[in-house]
């Protein structure tokens, strides 16, 4: 079983506007609904969980439905956590539930942003075609800026390896059952600290394959991200 989880529970006040920036309309279709399409017809996918809150759900699904009213694939929604880490295990636990002690050892979860709605359904091919031997695969850029560092923000302390620097972005693909433990591990307080899907696997000793990201593929954060998205000739 390979199963999408597409987090889509923040509150986007980063990017100001009366509600969640994953569910503004841009063009004819939220945000959210072109960050999960590649997965909607990707071959690899068997089914799509959603975190996102109740009041969403009928939104986010009539909209799916505008893609194609037919979508045969399995899609669910599972509450949001307070922070992102626990969408993610509110996620993996319903999986987990649904499948049985084999189908977990060999099942894998590629989680991705609501707000990367440019994401292309090459780049989840590539991420599943680098899979075989590893843990998990992530896509990330080069950082190119030369990176310091400074102890209280005023004086420069020091400069950072850019060669051994990354921006990884999502979707990231794991391995289910090494993943979703290494989450748990973490229970109750560590957890709180996790900002990044790749953090509890890199701490924990998954091997984690990178593998060429797509500049394309950017998060929308803020309102500037927003406006650029919706006036892309401005």
């Avoid at 927003?226 to 401005?234: F, H």
Wanted: aromatic share 8%; net charge negative.
């Amino acid at each position: 079983m390979n199963t999408a989880i597409i987090l889509s529970g923040g509150n986007g006040s980063r990017a100001g506007g009366d509600i969640p920036k994953q569910y503004t309309y841009l063009g004819s279709n939220m945000m959210v609904t072109y960050a999960l399409r590649p997965f909607l017809f990707c071959e690899y996918i068997d089914a799509i969980y959603i975190a996102a809150s109740d009041e969403w759900h009928d939104e986010i699904m009539q909209d799916i439905r505008s893609l194609d009213n037919h979508i045969s694939k399995p899609i669910e929604f599972v509450a949001p956590g307070a922070i992102r880490q626990l969408s993610i295990l509110n996620a993996l636990e319903k999986i987990a539930a649904s499948l049985s002690d084999d189908e977990l050892r060999r099942s894998s979860v590629i989680i991705h942003d609501g707000a990367r709605p440019y994401l292309k359904e090459s780049l989840v091919s590539k991420i599943y075609a680098a899979f075989d031997g590893h843990d998990g695969v992530a896509p990330a850029l080069p950082v190119t800026d030369t990176l310091y560092t400074s102890k209280d923000s005023k004086v420069l302390s020091g400069r950072l390896n850019r060669n051994e620097i990354f921006a990884l972005q999502s979707p990231e693909l794991f391995r289910l059952e090494p993943y979703y433990n290494a989450l748990k591990a973490l229970l109750p307080d560590k957890i709180m600290q996790i900002t990044g899907s790749c953090e509890p696997a890199v701490t924990s000793g998954l091997d984690i394959a990178l593998i060429d990201g797509d500049p394309i593929n950017r998060k929308i954060t803020s309102a500037e991200d927003l406006v650029n998205w919706l006036n892309p000739r401005s």
